[in-house]
């Protein structure tokens, strides 16, 4: 059945430095990529989104890789800041909405 | 516009019991999803109706099913509570972008159950 890896589960990067999160999807008919951030004892919240006909998108500080023919996908966050301490869920969706989430990325940001 | 809205959003709950969570979708959104969320096992997705039918269903047992209403608000039944479903349950609504295709989900802020 459809399936989402990702990795690392648990991330920690130092103030200012990147952070890269990266995902495997199964189903070759996934067509949209979205990324949800989710702080502590809050609801997950769309960050950013990539559909299959693209490589690559950017919305400041955060892009969005993909890969179609290795069913890779990954975000990218650069120069980070306390406030990107979350966890981060990628996901994968033919256009029936039905969406794969991944297990989830605990990143967290030292000062 | 206002959010997706859950209630309630905490609820506790003793094993063989069941319990209805609700769902109020983003006006407009025909869509809702609904989803388990536990620290081991991440985001589940269990069901999602669009126009008062199911369109797509996830890898629950049978004690776990919905409804949705003509105004697209939806219900989660859970019969026979387990020690296992204490969970976060979220549900998110979504709208079909011509354009696109493709039907980008909001979340609630859930409800959380805690069965003893």
């Known amino acids: 059945g459809e399936n989402v890896e990702q990795h690392p589960s648990t991330l920690s990067v130092q103030e200012g430095d990147s952070a890269v999160i990266k995902c495997t999807y199964s189903d070759s008919a996934s067509n949209y990529f979205p990324w949800y951030k989710q702080e502590l004892g809050k609801r997950p919240q769309l960050i950013i989104d990539i559909r299959s006909n693209v490589g690559e998108k950017k919305d400041q500080r955060i892009a969005v890789t993909l890969n179609k023919t290795a069913k890779h996908f990954s975000l990218h966050i650069t120069e980070t800041q306390p406030e990107d301490s979350a966890v981060y869920f990628c996901a994968a969706s033919t256009s029936a909405s039905k969406i794969i989430f991944g297990s989830g990325t605990r990143l967290s940001i030292r000062p | 516009k206002a959010g997706v809205t859950q209630t309630p959003r905490y609820l506790i709950k003793t094993r063989g019991q069941q319990v209805t969570l609700s769902c109020s979708p983003i006006?407009?959104?025909?869509?809702v999803s609904w989803y388990q969320q536990t620290p081991g096992q991440g985001l589940q997705f269990l069901f999602e109706?669009?126009?008062?039918?199911?369109?797509n269903k996830g890898n629950f047992p049978g004690r776990f099913s919905g409804r949705q209403f003509s105004n697209s608000r939806s219900e989660m039944n859970v019969s026979t509570l387990e020690l296992g479903d204490s969970a976060l349950y979220l549900c998110?609504?979504?709208?079909?972008?011509?354009?696109?295709?493709?039907?980008?989900?909001?979340f609630g802020p859930g409800t959380r159950l805690l069965v003893l």
């Open positions: 109706y669009f126009s008062e039918t199911q369109r």
């Open positions: 998110a609504s979504s709208l079909l972008a011509r354009d696109t295709g493709q039907e980008t989900q909001y």
């Open positions: 006006s407009g959104h025909r869509s």
